[in-house]
C-alpha cells in the first residue's frame, strides 16, 4: 500500500489498496460509508497516519476490530495495553522497541478519532496525556527494577527504601498534551543515603543513572521512532543543574533561588510517575513558592516580561504568525488564567487547577472574569488547540506556524471543517484579535504614556530640579510646591538609606509618578502627600505592595482617598 505524499493527491486509490490488501489478508471489512469518508478525511489531513499505514496495513485492521477507533478507552485502559505489550520485554533494547511500536499504534488511533471527528478536544488531549504517563511510568518500572538488580536497593540513613519521583510539568502536568508535544519532566528522589548493593553508591547517583536511563528509552530516536521528546531543563538549575535532586534540595532552590518564570511553570507540576505518596509531599513542601499568602498583584509583570521576551524572541526568528506563542496565541489565554491564579491562589485553594479550561470557569464563577470574556477565551483555547492538533498530524512534528504553502492551508482549512480557506482564516483571525484584547486589557502598562506622567516622573528621578522641578508640581497642582518637594526629597533619602532592592526600586520608580497623579486629583494634595508617604515608608521594603498599588489603580485611587478622610 503506497501512503500520500501531498495533500493534493486523489485518496480513493489509497482506499482501493487498503481493501485490496485487507481482501487478501482476509480482513473483513463492513461496508459502510461514513468509514470511508472518515479514512479519506484523516489519510487527507496527516501524512504520518498514511505513513503508518503504508508500512504495517495490518495495524488499522487490530484498532478496528478490536472496537478502539470507535470509542474512548476507558480510566485505566490504555495502561492495561501497554502492560500486555511489554510483558516479552525483558531487557532494555526491547522495552525501547515495544515502547516505540506501542505509541506509533496509539498515535494513529488518537489521530484517528480526531480528525474523523468522532472524539471532542478534550478527550483527545486527555488520551495524550495518559499515554505519555503510562509510557513514563511503567518504563521507569522496568528500568527501576532492572537498576536495582544491577546496584541495590537506594535507602535513606534509617534504612527506609527510596524510589524515584517523576514530575510532570506544562501541558502534560495538566493533562493538555497536544499531538507532538516534548514532555517536560524533573526527577527528585526523598532523602539522601545509598544503595545497599556489594559496591554501595550514593543516591543522588543512583537517581540521575536511572534518570538518564528513563529520557534514553523514550527520547532517543530508533528505526521505531521515539517515544515521546523528553526535556528537562525546567528542573532546578536547568542544564548545569543535577538531572535528580534530593526533597530539601529542590525546597531550599525553589524558596531562594527560583525566578519568577518558575512559579509560572510550577502551577502545572503533577506527579506523572515513580513514588506518588512521596511526590504529594514534595507537592506540598513547594506549593508555598507558587501560591504565596497576599494578593501577589507582582505577578502581572513578571508575566508581562515573560511575554515580551516571547515577543522579542518571535520577531528575532521571524516567526510572529505563531498560534502558541505569537499575538492572541495560546500562549496568552494561559497567561490571563494563570495571572489570576498566581495573584490570588495563595488566598483561595479553589483557584489551584491545572488545566487551562476548568479555571477560566472558576474565574467566571468568581466574577474575576466577565461571562462574556471567559466564553470568548474558551472558544478560542477549543479552537487554536485543535488547530496545533491538526498542524501536527500532518507530519507528527512539533511546530505551531501556519502552512505557507497555499495548498497546504487549504488541506489545513478542511481539516477544521472549513472548505472556504479565507473562511477559516477570518475565524482565526477573530478568535486571536479577541484574546489579544482581553490579554492587553490585563497585561497592558498599568498606564499609558502621557506629557504630565513623565514630567512627574523626572520630578521624582531627579532629572528636573529647582525651579524647573517646582514648576512642574505648581502645574501638576501642589498649592505649596516647594513643601511638596522637600518632602519627596526627605522620602527620596529614607529609601536609599534603606537600602531597597533593584525591583522594589523599579516598581517605586514606576509608582511614585502615578502616586502623585493620583494625589493631585485629590482636594487636598498638599496635605495628603506626607501622611501617604509616611505610609510608603512603612511598607516600601514589600514590594508585593508597591506592585499591588502599582497594579490596580482602584486600590491606589482608595489608599488617597482614606489618608485624605484621616490622618
Given at each position: 500500500?503506497?501512503?500520500?505524499?501531498?495533500?493534493?493527491?486523489?485518496?480513493?486509490?489509497?482506499?482501493?489498496?487498503?481493501?485490496?490488501?485487507?481482501?487478501?489478508?482476509?480482513?473483513?471489512?463492513?461496508?459502510?460509508?461514513?468509514?470511508?469518508?472518515?479514512?479519506?478525511?484523516?489519510?487527507?489531513?496527516?501524512?504520518?497516519?498514511?505513513?503508518?499505514?503504508?508500512?504495517?496495513?495490518?495495524?488499522?485492521?487490530?484498532?478496528?476490530?478490536?472496537?478502539?477507533?470507535?470509542?474512548?478507552?476507558?480510566?485505566?485502559?490504555?495502561?492495561?495495553?501497554?502492560?500486555e505489550q511489554l510483558a516479552a520485554a525483558n531487557d532494555e533494547p526491547a522495552l525501547v522497541t515495544a515502547l516505540r511500536r506501542f505509541r506509533r499504534d496509539q498515535m494513529v488511533r488518537i489521530i484517528w478519532r480526531d480528525l474523523a471527528g468522532w472524539a471532542p478536544l478534550g478527550e483527545t488531549l486527555e488520551a495524550l496525556s495518559a499515554l505519555?504517563?503510562?509510557?513514563?511510568?511503567?518504563?521507569?518500572?522496568?528500568?527501576?527494577?532492572?537498576?536495582?538488580?544491577?546496584?541495590?536497593?537506594?535507602?535513606?540513613?534509617?534504612?527506609?527504601?527510596?524510589?524515584?519521583?517523576?514530575?510532570?510539568?506544562?501541558?502534560?502536568?495538566?493533562?493538555?498534551?497536544?499531538?507532538?508535544?516534548?514532555?517536560?519532566?524533573?526527577?527528585?528522589?526523598?532523602?539522601?543515603?545509598?544503595?545497599?548493593?556489594?559496591?554501595?553508591?550514593?543516591?543522588?547517583?543512583?537517581?540521575?543513572?536511572?534518570?538518564?536511563?528513563?529520557?534514553?528509552?523514550?527520547?532517543?530516536?530508533?528505526?521505531?521512532?521515539?517515544?515521546?521528546?523528553?526535556?528537562?531543563?525546567?528542573?532546578?538549575?536547568?542544564?548545569?543543574?543535577?538531572?535528580?535532586?534530593?526533597?530539601?534540595?529542590?525546597?531550599?532552590?525553589?524558596?531562594?533561588?527560583?525566578?519568577?518564570?518558575?512559579?509560572?511553570?510550577?502551577?502545572?507540576?503533577?506527579?506523572?510517575?515513580?513514588?506518588?505518596?512521596?511526590?504529594?509531599?514534595?507537592?506540598?513542601?513547594?506549593?508555598?513558592?507558587?501560591?504565596?499568602?497576599?494578593?501577589?498583584?507582582?505577578?502581572?509583570?513578571?508575566?508581562?516580561?515573560?511575554?515580551?521576551?516571547?515577543?522579542?524572541?518571535?520577531?528575532?526568528?521571524?516567526?510572529?504568525?505563531?498560534?502558541?506563542?505569537?499575538?492572541?496565541?495560546?500562549?496568552?489565554?494561559?497567561?490571563?488564567?494563570?495571572?489570576?491564579?498566581?495573584?490570588?491562589?495563595?488566598?483561595?485553594?479553589?483557584?489551584?487547577?491545572?488545566?487551562?479550561?476548568?479555571?477560566?470557569?472558576?474565574?467566571?464563577?468568581?466574577?474575576?472574569?466577565?461571562?462574556?470574556?471567559?466564553?470568548?477565551?474558551?472558544?478560542?483555547?477549543?479552537?487554536?488547540?485543535?488547530?496545533?492538533?491538526?498542524?501536527?498530524?500532518?507530519?507528527?512534528?512539533?511546530?505551531?506556524?501556519?502552512?505557507?504553502?497555499?495548498?497546504?492551508?487549504?488541506?489545513?482549512?478542511?481539516?477544521?471543517?472549513?472548505?472556504?480557506?479565507?473562511?477559516?482564516?477570518?475565524?482565526?483571525?477573530?478568535?486571536?484579535?479577541?484574546?489579544?484584547?482581553?490579554?492587553?486589557?490585563?497585561?497592558?502598562?498599568?498606564?499609558?504614556?502621557?506629557?504630565?506622567?513623565?514630567?512627574?516622573?523626572?520630578?521624582?528621578?531627579?532629572?528636573?530640579?529647582?525651579?524647573?522641578?517646582?514648576?512642574?508640581?505648581?502645574?501638576?497642582?501642589?498649592?505649596?510646591?516647594?513643601?511638596?518637594?522637600?518632602?519627596?526629597?526627605?522620602?527620596?533619602?529614607?529609601?536609599?538609606?534603606?537600602?531597597?532592592?533593584?525591583?522594589?526600586?523599579?516598581?517605586?520608580?514606576?509608582?511614585?509618578?502615578?502616586?502623585?497623579?493620583?494625589v493631585v486629583a485629590y482636594a487636598a494634595p498638599d496635605a495628603v502627600l506626607p501622611r501617604l508617604l509616611k505610609i510608603l515608608e512603612a511598607i516600601v521594603r514589600r514590594t508585593a505592595y508597591l506592585a499591588l498599588l502599582l497594579e490596580n489603580s482602584g486600590a491606589l485611587g482608595q489608599l488617597v482617598r482614606l489618608v485624605g478622610i484621616s490622618?
Amino acid at each position: 500500500m503506497t501512503h500520500a505524499a501531498d495533500p493534493s493527491e486523489p485518496l480513493a486509490p489509497l482506499w482501493e489498496a487498503w481493501i485490496q490488501w485487507a481482501r487478501a489478508n482476509g480482513v473483513s471489512v463492513a461496508a459502510d460509508a461514513g468509514f470511508r469518508a472518515a479514512f479519506e478525511r484523516v489519510l487527507a489531513a496527516s501524512d504520518f497516519v498514511a505513513q503508518s499505514l503504508g508500512r504495517d496495513p495490518a495495524l488499522l485492521a487490530r484498532l478496528g476490530e478490536g472496537g478502539e477507533l470507535e470509542a474512548a478507552y476507558p480510566e485505566g485502559a490504555i495502561a492495561g495495553r501497554l502492560r500486555e505489550q511489554l510483558a516479552a520485554a525483558n531487557d532494555e533494547p526491547a522495552l525501547v522497541t515495544a515502547l516505540r511500536r506501542f505509541r506509533r499504534d496509539q498515535m494513529v488511533r488518537i489521530i484517528w478519532r480526531d480528525l474523523a471527528g468522532w472524539a471532542p478536544l478534550g478527550e483527545t488531549l486527555e488520551a495524550l496525556s495518559a499515554l505519555a504517563d503510562t509510557c513514563v511510568d511503567q518504563a521507569l518500572q522496568r528500568l527501576t527494577t532492572w537498576a536495582v538488580g544491577e546496584l541495590g536497593t537506594p535507602r535513606d540513613p534509617a534504612g527506609e527504601a527510596q524510589a524515584l519521583v517523576v514530575i510532570g510539568m506544562g501541558k502534560l502536568g495538566a493533562r493538555e498534551l497536544n499531538l507532538s508535544s516534548d514532555i517536560d519532566l524533573i526527577f527528585a528522589f526523598p532523602h539522601h543515603g545509598q544503595t545497599d548493593g556489594p559496591r554501595p553508591l550514593d543516591n543522588e547517583r543512583f537517581f540521575i543513572r536511572l534518570s538518564q536511563r528513563l529520557v534514553q528509552a523514550l527520547n532517543a530516536p530508533t528505526v521505531d521512532g521515539f517515544v515521546f521528546r523528553v526535556d528537562t531543563r525546567l528542573r532546578p538549575f536547568g542544564d548545569s543543574g543535577p538531572l535528580a535532586m534530593s526533597f530539601d534540595a529542590m525546597e531550599e532552590y525553589y524558596q531562594a533561588q527560583a525566578r519568577e518564570w518558575e512559579r509560572y511553570a510550577m502551577i502545572k507540576a503533577r506527579v506523572v510517575a515513580g513514588d506518588r505518596e512521596a511526590g504529594e509531599r514534595l507537592m506540598a513542601l513547594l506549593r508555598p513558592f507558587v501560591y504565596r499568602r497576599y494578593l501577589d498583584f507582582g505577578a502581572i509583570e513578571a508575566l508581562r516580561d515573560m511575554k515580551r521576551l516571547i515577543t522579542q524572541e518571535l520577531k528575532r526568528k521571524g516567526m510572529e504568525d505563531n498560534i502558541k506563542l505569537g499575538p492572541g496565541g495560546i500562549r496568552e489565554i494561559e497567561f490571563i488564567g494563570q495571572a489570576f491564579q498566581l495573584i490570588r491562589g495563595g488566598r483561595d485553594p479553589e483557584l489551584r487547577l491545572r488545566p487551562i479550561l476548568p479555571v477560566l470557569e472558576r474565574l467566571q464563577a468568581k466574577r474575576l472574569l466577565t461571562a462574556a470574556a471567559a466564553q470568548e477565551l474558551r472558544e478560542a483555547y477549543v479552537f487554536l488547540r485543535r488547530l496545533e492538533n491538526r498542524l501536527q498530524a500532518w507530519k507528527d512534528q512539533q511546530t505551531h506556524v501556519l502552512p505557507a504553502d497555499g495548498e497546504r492551508r487549504c488541506c489545513l482549512a478542511r481539516a477544521m471543517g472549513y472548505e472556504d480557506p479565507e473562511a477559516f482564516a477570518e475565524a482565526l483571525d477573530g478568535h486571536r484579535q479577541r484574546v489579544q484584547r482581553h490579554f492587553d486589557e490585563l497585561f497592558g502598562a498599568p498606564a499609558a504614556e502621557d506629557p504630565a506622567l513623565a514630567s512627574l516622573a523626572a520630578v521624582w528621578e531627579g532629572e528636573l530640579v529647582g525651579e524647573h522641578a517646582l514648576g512642574q508640581l505648581d502645574e501638576a497642582g501642589f498649592r505649596a510646591p516647594a513643601e511638596a518637594l522637600a518632602h519627596l526629597h526627605q522620602f527620596r533619602q529614607t529609601v536609599e538609606r534603606r537600602g531597597l532592592g533593584v525591583r522594589g526600586r523599579e516598581r517605586l520608580d514606576e509608582l511614585m509618578p502615578r502616586l502623585l497623579q493620583a494625589v493631585v486629583a485629590y482636594a487636598a494634595p498638599d496635605a495628603v502627600l506626607p501622611r501617604l508617604l509616611k505610609i510608603l515608608e512603612a511598607i516600601v521594603r514589600r514590594t508585593a505592595y508597591l506592585a499591588l498599588l502599582l497594579e490596580n489603580s482602584g486600590a491606589l485611587g482608595q489608599l488617597v482617598r482614606l489618608v485624605g478622610i484621616s490622618p
